[in-house]
């Protein structure tokens, strides 16, 4: 058994040790977040944040990640309550078939949690690991600037807190 | 899947009434059926269900269900069509639940392609939505004793004097909305539309952002178990031998499914099918491979095959003498569709009837060659649109529909999931074809076109079902279903001669349509079909032409242009974009180019900047701006947001794609050995402006920015380099050669 922590909460997962995170997320702990797109870490549809970093979770094998804190998109909002970039991306309507839109999503979650002010040639270099093929990226660099700024204004409202990297 | 199904009686009358419809229209024939008509035709899909409730269903407690045949392909269709049920309906847009191509539900509205579905289902569902209005306008009229005139639909009630109220569901006792549709509806005006027109938010988008089950992907059914296909080496490879004992034996592994070449592995697990699947491959032997031809010479060898002439336009008129003529040749290679989900699909077999999920653009097509391919009966088949990762055109939908069913076949009881490689559907998948043009152009002395000769010459752009032998798993199977044979796509939409003939006002006009029906590669409907490659050619060739004239290329073409829409759209794309002749730095350029999608759907045009860095050939783009006419819209933002995207799309193909290939496979297998546009690469801005057209037909917007974004980008190379470039894609390395550094 190994002890995943995913989205604050702990799970045993019986899965081989060798499987990769992608498929205890979506076959086990029935998690659609992650996508399966190439499973060769070239697209970056099946990202999620590991301790703080964007992760290819379709090359990461279960066996590596115990007592790790893993972070789906499902950890950061719901359709009830969207988290600030969620939102941002309904706001911009940043999607087209949206597959490859929750990688996007992680990925720049990592960013934003990392630098709250990107320039766009920071979150241009920092997104392109992912792929898109309906062409949506104007809208999802759109997306990510409107989550930054959201967040800075909310950062400036709100009493100081520690950022964790 | 929750709504109220019709009576199966009357929806298995319709259903079967519409498989003998579809099966006898030929594609030669859409236009010659409506020509025919004696009746004023109906509007849209209303031809291939002519029931209202085949459409609309209104329940005892005011639910609405709106019925489409067309799927959700990323292309935002399931909002535009709530928009115009709810437009014409007077119901809320939140109200309305939508269904979409399901073989037991549904009309067949045959494919969602072409940029049809607006014009299709849009007007379908937009006049059916109306009639069913004045039908239960009618009613409460009888039932509260006033003329139909003094009565109002709003907000899912008819609305009377003394503002008396009655909610729909009251008024739909029986077998009411069970009637034929009228030709002619009582539409809203232009200037009453309140939906219509609005940039109403995607419905599907919140469900997308936040972990929803939004694809086929993400269907999870009780006891659900999983599979994986091992596919031969080449297109023709047959399996020779396999001891399949030891992989049998694997944790969790349910069942290997073998028929000829035909091969897959059905397991508890995902993971447990993807550890199967990979000791299957190895312990696989197969037969010599497919030959195919040099990539090298793949255009001479296009050229060498038999091919069938079409003469597609030929006209004459008088015109001033030539003072000089231009001739050029355009090629594009085979190109991916490059889905970022593979495909996938789910099957369910009870051992008498089978249900199968799939993203692919017809279900109807999907059952009928499904069940050709089983040797079942139709009506033991089900197909269930789900959506897939963006589709744009024949990908590996179908085929992986065709693997879960053979799948589920052999292990009754368990839904099976299937779900193809990266390396599956980047080989196996059908490709847009490499075609290639020939243009010969004359100018008068006053720098106008007075005779244009066109030539085009191209593979089929559909291979797609019904029938069996458009499935790859049943090409592979022990009794092997044989490919249909090609054939073109007849005009006006066309196929390879797609957009082949110029808008432009010329007095002499000769377009030929070579077309070739044998396929060294697999290939089949790539967004746009031959139009990405004939307007690339006509336009640039246009631009061509403008600098011989010594003109604008927006005045030039302003100039050839006499059809109102189309000058506007040009006119507008330039404005915005500030297009001028005032020269720019060293390495940069501005492009310009237009065209009206088919030469009947959307007006285009796109303006470009790109810098061309001198040292490597590498093209970076800058400002893209494009103007579109989409006729009435419906939903400027999803018109803007699929413009944008085909601006992209195409600035990707154009860039960076071509398939790869050597006589005995194919080497375009990942995103390393296929790539295509990453964030890095983007323009660095695309702006569209939506021309609204109130009162005009839906023209559909989903492929009208492909070939005019190429041509623009192509265009803007050129100015930039003072190199023409012909070939596709301009990537760095004969960008360099061109520029001869």
């Given at each position: 058994m190994i002890t995943l922590n995913v989205n604050g909460r702990s799970h045993e997962i019986a899965d081989e040790p060798n499987t990769p995170l992608l498929y205890v997320l979506r076959d086990t702990l029935e998690l659609n977040g992650a996508k399966f797109g190439c499973g060769l870490g070239q697209c970056g549809s099946c990202t999620v944040v590991v301790d703080g970093k964007s992760v290819f979770s379709c090359l990461t094998p279960i066996s590596i990640l115990q007592g790790r804190k893993i972070t789906t998109l499902e950890g950061l909002g719901s359709e009830d309550a969207p988290s600030p970039l969620q939102r941002a991306f309904i706001e911009e309507q940043a999607a087209q078939c949206g597959y490859c839109i929750p990688g996007m999503i992680m990925r720049a979650h990592a960013l934003l949690t990392a630098n709250r002010t990107p320039t766009d040639a920071q979150i241009r270099e920092h997104m392109n690991p992912n792929l898109c093929r309906c062409g949506t990226h104007m809208r999802v660099l759109a997306a990510i600037k409107r989550a930054a700024r959201g967040m800075q204004a909310a950062d400036a409202s709100a009493p100081r807190q520690e950022v964790r990297p | 899947m929750n709504a109220p199904l019709v009576t199966p009686s009357r929806r298995d009358f319709l259903a079967g009434a519409l498989v003998v419809s579809f099966s006898l229209r030929s594609l030669s024939s859409f236009a010659a059926e409506e020509q025919q008509s004696p009746k004023p035709p109906l509007p849209g899909s209303l031809k291939n269900a002519l029931m209202l409730d085949a459409w609309i269903r209104v329940d005892a407690d005011g639910t609405v269900t709106v019925f489409t045949g067309k799927c959700e392909i990323g292309q935002g269709i399931r909002t535009a069509l709530i928009q115009v049920a709810a437009e014409e309906l007077e119901v809320e847009a939140r109200a309305i639940h939508l269904v979409t191509a399901d073989t037991v539900r549904t009309a067949n509205e045959g494919f969602t392609s072409g940029s049809n579905s607006m014009k299709d289902s849009g007007a379908a569902i937009r006049n059916a939505a109306a009639q069913v209005r004045e039908i239960l306008i009618g009613i409460a009229a009888e039932r509260i004793g006033v003329a139909a005139d003094q009565l109002h639909a709003q907000s899912g009630a008819i609305v009377g004097p003394g503002n008396r109220r009655i909610g729909y569901g009251e008024l739909v006792a029986g077998e009411v909305l069970h009637a034929a549709a009228q030709p002619a509806s009582r539409l809203k005006t232009p200037e009453a539309l309140r939906v219509i027109g609005q940039s109403m938010p995607r419905v599907d988008i919140p469900g997308k952002v936040t972990g929803g089950v939004s694809y086929v992907q993400d269907l999870r059914l009780p006891n659900m178990v999983h599979a994986r296909i091992v596919r031969p080496p080449s297109y023709e490879a047959r399996l020779q031998s396999l001891d399949p004992s030891a992989i049998e034996k694997l944790p969790g592994?349910?069942?290997?499914?073998?028929?000829?070449?035909?091969?897959?592995?059905?397991?508890?697990?995902?993971?447990?099918?993807?550890?199967?699947?990979?000791?299957?491959?190895?312990?696989?032997?197969?037969?010599?491979?497919?030959?195919?031809?040099?990539?090298?010479?793949?255009?001479?060898?296009?050229?060498?095959?038999?091919?069938?002439?079409?003469?597609?336009?030929?006209?004459?008129?008088?015109?001033?003498?030539?003072?000089?003529?231009?001739?050029?040749?355009?090629?594009?290679?085979?190109?991916?569709?490059?889905?970022?989900?593979?495909?996938?699909?789910?099957?369910?077999?009870?051992?008498?009837?089978?249900?199968?999920?799939?993203?692919?653009?017809?279900?109807?097509?999907?059952?009928?060659?499904?069940?050709?391919?089983?040797h079942f009966a139709e009506d033991k088949v089900r197909c269930i649109h789900m959506e897939g990762a963006g589709c744009y055109g024949h990908n590996g939908a179908d085929d992986a529909g065709a693997d879960a069913a053979l799948l589920a076949r052999a292990l009754p009881g368990r839904p099976v999931r299937v779900q193809w490689t990266r390396e599956q559907e980047h080989q196996w998948e059908p490709y847009g074809p490499a075609m290639l043009s020939r243009a010969r152009a004359s100018l008068d002395a006053s720098g106008n076109i007075v005779d244009w000769q066109y030539d085009v010459r191209s593979n089929t752009h559909s291979t797609r079902p019904p029938g069996a032998g458009q499935l790859l798993a049943a090409r592979h199977l022990e009794q092997?279903?044989?490919?249909?044979?090609?054939?073109?796509?007849?005009?006006?939409?066309?196929?390879?001669?797609?957009?082949?003939?110029?808008?432009?006002?010329?007095?002499?006009?000769?377009?030929?349509?070579?077309f070739v029906p044998d396929m060294p590669l697999r290939v089949s409907a790539h967004r746009s079909l031959g139009a990405y490659l004939n307007v690339f050619s006509i336009e640039s060739f246009m631009d061509e032409l403008a600098t011989a004239a010594n003109a604008d290329p927006v005045e030039f073409r302003l100039r050839h242009m006499q059809e109102s829409r189309a000058r506007k759209v040009i006119s507008t794309a330039a404005e915005r974009f500030g297009w001028s002749s005032t020269p720019l730095p060293r390495g940069r350029g501005r492009g310009f180019a237009f065209a009206q999608y088919k030469n009947l759907g959307a007006y285009c045009a796109v303006a470009i900047e790109a810098e061309v860095e001198h040292e490597s050939g590498r093209v970076r783009l800058g400002r893209a701006?494009?103007?579109?006419?989409?006729?009435?819209?419906?939903?400027?933002?999803?018109?803007?947001?699929?413009?944008?995207?085909?601006?992209?799309?195409?600035?990707?193909?154009?860039?960076?794609?071509?398939?790869?290939?050597?006589?005995?496979?194919?080497?375009?297998?990942?995103?390393?050995?296929?790539?295509?546009?990453?964030?890095?690469?983007?323009?660095?801005?695309?702006?569209?402006?939506?021309?609204?057209?109130?009162?005009?037909?839906?023209?559909?917007?989903?492929?009208?920015?492909?070939?005019?974004?190429?041509?623009?980008?192509?265009?803007?190379?050129?100015?930039?380099?003072?190199?023409?470039?012909?070939?596709?894609?301009?990537?760095?390395?004969?960008?360099?050669?061109?520029?001869?550094?």
């Open positions: - | 592994v349910l069942k290997i499914v073998r028929d000829g070449s035909f091969l897959g592995v059905i397991a508890e697990r995902e993971f447990q099918a993807i550890t199967a699947a990979h000791a299957l491959a190895a312990a696989a032997k197969w037969d010599s491979a497919t030959k195919l031809p040099d990539e090298k010479n793949i255009f001479g060898f296009i050229e060498s095959l038999p091919g069938q002439d079409y003469i597609i336009a030929d006209k004459h008129a008088p015109s001033g003498a030539a003072a000089q003529t231009l001739e050029a040749v355009y090629r594009r290679p085979y190109q991916l569709h490059g889905s970022i989900g593979p495909s996938c699909a789910v099957a369910s077999f009870d051992g008498d009837a089978l249900t199968v999920w799939s993203h692919a653009q017809g279900m109807f097509p999907l059952r009928k060659a499904i069940a050709e391919m089983l092997p279903f044989k490919p249909d044979a090609p054939k073109p796509i007849p005009q006006p939409e066309g196929g390879g001669d797609r957009n082949s003939i110029p808008l432009y006002a010329v007095p002499n006009v000769r377009v030929v349509h070579h701006v494009a103007a579109v006419d989409s006729g009435q819209a419906v939903n400027p933002d999803g018109i803007a947001n699929q413009i944008q995207g085909g601006v992209v799309q195409s600035a990707s193909w154009t860039l960076y794609e071509s398939v790869r290939f050597e006589p005995t496979r194919i080497l375009s297998q990942d995103w390393s050995t296929y790539p295509i546009l990453r964030f890095g690469n983007v323009p660095e801005s695309v702006d569209v402006h939506v021309i609204d057209a109130p009162g005009q037909p839906f023209l559909g917007t989903g492929e009208a920015a492909q070939g005019p974004a190429a041509a623009a980008i192509a265009n803007a190379v050129a100015h930039a380099t003072g190199m023409r470039i012909r070939d596709l894609p301009l990537n760095a390395a004969r960008v360099k050669a061109a520029i001869g550094v």
